[in-house]
Structures are given as structure tokens and as C-alpha cells.
């Protein structure tokens, strides 16, 4: 047998082992006969047994065949397409202090220099989200963000009355060090549908520089666990802009 891979800390059961003969083997805690699974098991034969383990050791350590390869998005094209033609959801974790976005540059500016914020460049992608909410979908985001808000998260937060109002987002905020407590990891990405995680990949700049698509389900149900932790922990937009505001 080949070992697969544990959640036990110290290497012990359970585990996962895959073998020469298209079998997979798993080590877990064994059913007492008298306990009530056994009234429910199937056709049980006296060769078998029940043996008991985390959901966890099957959806990461279970070997599976010709799990689907990550690719990267070519184009602006394929990018607009994911947000235009999601069916039920589309949810981010948001974990960087800055974002460097060619279009963002000049309004960033002026919020620089104390000028009132024009969001009228924003229409475009808050008619599509709102579209998007009137038929029942859901577009939610967690920002991660510092104790002390860098100049480029004053900005966007300045502007996410614009998304939540007129966009009908579902933005939330969550300080990085509970991220950190509740194990979230330092990846930027949205999940489509519950079944397509785009990651998004930056420079030192805060410039995106490769977006790359998963679907692989394990790592797809991996993402949305951490995303659901993030909305566990995470606060609303209305309190969070009241306990920090952004001028």
C-alpha cells in the first residue's frame, strides 16, 4: 500500500492508502456491533466492516483520478465572462492592502487630495451586480484588512457605499489578525457558483498578473469552506464604515 495522507496530527488513524490493485484502504476508528450504525448499514457481509472517519480525510487524501488541471485566463474577455453569466453566487476573499487598478488611479488621486468621490465611473459594474441581485443571485465579498487602514483600503471603503447601495453587494470586513486565528490563508480569490475558484495573483504593486481557474472539487469545497468561515467572522459594512471612517 501507498500512503495517501492523515488529518491526525501525530500520523496516526485515521489515514488513506491507495493500493496496487485499484482499491483505496481507510484507516479509521472501528464500530463497535452493538452501536446503532449497524442497524442502518446494507448489506453487510461477514467479510466487512464499518470503520469511521472525518469528512475531511476523504474530500483531501481520497487518490482520484485525473483531478481537473488549473488553467489561467487569457483574456478580458474571459475575465467579464465569469461575472456576466455566474447562475446563483459569486463570493470573494479579498486580502491585500492595496490594489493597483489602471482605471482606479485617477479617482484614487483625487480622494488623495480631499476631493469628493464621483462614482459615476463605478455604473457599469454596479447596474450588472444589481442586475444580477434583482433575479435572487448573490454577490458577497470579505475584505481582510490591517488594524491600521492603508490609504488605498480608505478609498475602497469609501466607495463601497456605492457598491452596497446601488450594486446590492454583500461586503464585509474582518481584521487580520482574527483571519489569521481562524486559519484563513493569504490568498486573494472568487468562487463562482460553488463549483469554479478564481485565484488572483499580484506583483509587489498590487498589479494582477495571472488569474488562475479551479475546479478541482476537493480544492473547490477547500475555498468555500475558508469563505464561510470568513462571513462567520466578518462585519457588516454599515458598522464597519461607522467604527472607521474613511475621511
Not at 128 to 150: N, S
Not at 173 to 200: I, K, M, N, Q
Request: glycine share 4%; net charge negative.
Amino acid at each position: 500500500m501507498t500512503f495517501s495522507g492523515t488529518d491526525s496530527i501525530n500520523g496516526g488513524c485515521p489515514a488513506v492508502y491507495e493500493t496496487d490493485r485499484n482499491t483505496v484502504v481507510i484507516q479509521g476508528w472501528k464500530i463497535d456491533r452493538s452501536d446503532e450504525a449497524y442497524r442502518d448499514a446494507r448489506n453487510l457481509e461477514e467479510n466487512e466492516d464499518l470503520v469511521e472517519v472525518p469528512r475531511e480525510l476523504l474530500e483531501r487524501f481520497v487518490p482520484r483520478k485525473q483531478s481537473p488541471a488549473s488553467y489561467d485566463l487569457e483574456t478580458d474577455e474571459q475575465w467579464n465572462a465569469l461575472f456576466r453569466d455566474f447562475k446563483h453566487s459569486a463570493r470573494r476573499l479579498e486580502t491585500r492592502d492595496h490594489y493597483d487598478v489602471s482605471y482606479e488611479r485617477e479617482h484614487f488621486d483625487r480622494f488623495l487630495a480631499g476631493e469628493d468621490t464621483d462614482v459615476a465611473w463605478m455604473r457599469p459594474w454596479t447596474d450588472l451586480m444589481r442586475d444580477h441581485a434583482d433575479q435572487g443571485k448573490t454577490v458577497a465579498r470579505v475584505r481582510v484588512v490591517p488594524a491600521q487602514l492603508t490609504d488605498y483600503l480608505r478609498f475602497e471603503l469609501d466607495l463601497t457605499e456605492c457598491n452596497v447601495r446601488d450594486g446590492k453587494e454583500d461586503i464585509r470586513y474582518l481584521d487580520r489578525a482574527t483571519a489569521e486565528r481562524v486559519g484563513l490563508p493569504d490568498r486573494d480569490f472568487w468562487l463562482f457558483d460553488s463549483h469554479t475558484v478564481v485565484v488572483l495573483h499580484f506583483d509587489e504593486e498590487g498589479r494582477r498578473v495571472r488569474t488562475e481557474v479551479i475546479t478541482d472539487p476537493a480544492l473547490v469545497i477547500e475555498h468555500a469552506r475558508w469563505l464561510d468561515v470568513a462571513f462567520q467572522h466578518a462585519t457588516a459594512y454599515e458598522k464597519f464604515v461607522k467604527e472607521h471612517p474613511p475621511r
